[in-house]
Nanobody, 116 residues
């Protein structure tokens, strides 16, 4: 059973940075895509970034390109989301997800709040 545990959220001022971590366990993830999503109050969950575990191939939502960077540490089975130049509109609950064809495993989420 796949388990994903996010950490690293918190309160930060606009312009600041945070690094989110997603510790993955329960199986071998070499054939998996790992993704980061977020959901703000009253809004739908949106895709932010993904990384193919085996190749390191990445994809990003256009609005976060250049500010957010997804990466993975194979030895630690951990995926990261480095977030720079944070804006108040980045305030949301951030989720890690894993899957092969679809994202079918999700973490519990971590709150990110950006103050102006």
């Amino acid at each position: 059973q796949v388990q994903l545990v996010e950490s690293g959220g918190g309160l930060v001022q606009a312009g600041g940075s945070l690094r989110l971590s997603c510790a993955a366990s329960g199986r071998t993830f070499s054939s998996y895509n790992m993704g980061w999503f977020r959901q703000a109050p009253g809004k739908e969950r949106e895709f932010l970034a993904s990384i193919r575990w085996s190749t390191g191939y990445t994809r990003y939502l256009d609005s976060v390109k250049g500010r957010f960077t997804i990466s993975r540490d194979n030895a630690k089975n951990t995926v990261y989301l480095q977030m720079n130049s944070l804006k108040p509109e980045d305030t949301a609950v951030y989720y890690c997800a894993a899957g092969q064809q679809i994202y079918d495993s999700w973490g519990q989420g971590t709150q990110v709040t950006v103050s102006s």
